[in-house]
């Protein structure tokens, strides 16, 4: 017993020291999103595309080095998905989702003061709320679905993989940061099997600032 308690000790000095010694900082991110739609309305039924919803984004961003090259940044983000879909007569039925959307992403970098980027990693996310923009014309068979209206009732959580790459510059404690993201989403909002399968996708274009409330032991 008295084994367990010296290795459980060991063990919280040790993860204590490495964060102690750990660069971090925290930062806003935001930008434009940009979401695509492809969906089957049957099974067997080969994929149909739909366009997508350009919006803003915005994220709380808390980054994490542990080694000189290497960490994770930790996201809150608000962000929508969507699409639009027009008929024959140039009618426009638009839905829009609102998430809090939360990547926890591996953070690799190379450079100095001037520094290229790669993060990968999973994200969750929690729908907020789920609206139809503009609703012209009567879904038929082979559209997809309303997903505002009383009853709809869409699937709540989102889960998923994003990756990007890019740029920043260090400014003393400050750091600018020039990204893009792509993600991809493993849940749908369908929960009344009206149609078999959706998918969206997302494109990111954004400028993140930093500010250093930690300076790694490597730094002095």
């Known amino acids: 017993m008295r084994i367990r308690y010296i290795c459980l000790f060991l063990f919280f000095m040790s993860t204590f020291s490495s964060i102690s010694e750990a660069q971090t900082s925290f930062g806003f991110r935001g930008g434009a999103s940009v979401s695509s739609v492809s969906y089957r309305y049957q099974l067997g039924r080969p994929i149909q595309f ?13 980054e994490h080095f542990g080694q000189k090259n290497a960490g994770l940044q930790l996201e809150f983000q608000y962000i929508t998905l969507g699409f639009n879909q027009e008929n024959d007569q140039l009618a ?3 839905t ?12 690799f970098y190379f450079g100095r003061s001037g520094r290229f980027h790669i993060k990968l990693g999973p994200h969750i ?11 012209e014309f009567d879904v ?3 559209e997809l679905p309303t997903y505002g209206q009383p009853g709809d ?18 400014f003393g404690k400050s750091t ?25 996708t997302t494109l990111e274009f954004t400028l993140t600032y930093l500010f250093q409330i930690r300076e790694a032991k490597w730094q002095k």
């Open 153 to 170: 009732d869409p699937k709540r959580l989102m889960y998923g993989l994003s990756i990007g790459a890019g740029v920043s510059k260090l």
């Open 125 to 135: 996310g929690y729908l907020l709320d789920a609206r139809d923009v503009s609703r």
């Open 96 to 107: 829009e989702f609102d998430y809090l959307k939360v990547p926890l992403l591996s953070n």
């Open 50 to 62: 739909s366009d997508g919803v350009t919006a803003q984004t915005y994220a709380f961003v808390l």
């Open 140 to 142: 038929e068979l082979t």
């Open 176 to 200: 600018l940061a020039l990204d893009g993201r792509f993600a991809y989403e493993f849940g749908d909002q369908e929960s009344q099997d009206r149609i078999f399968d959706l998918n969206i």
């Open 92 to 94: 426009v039925n638009r």
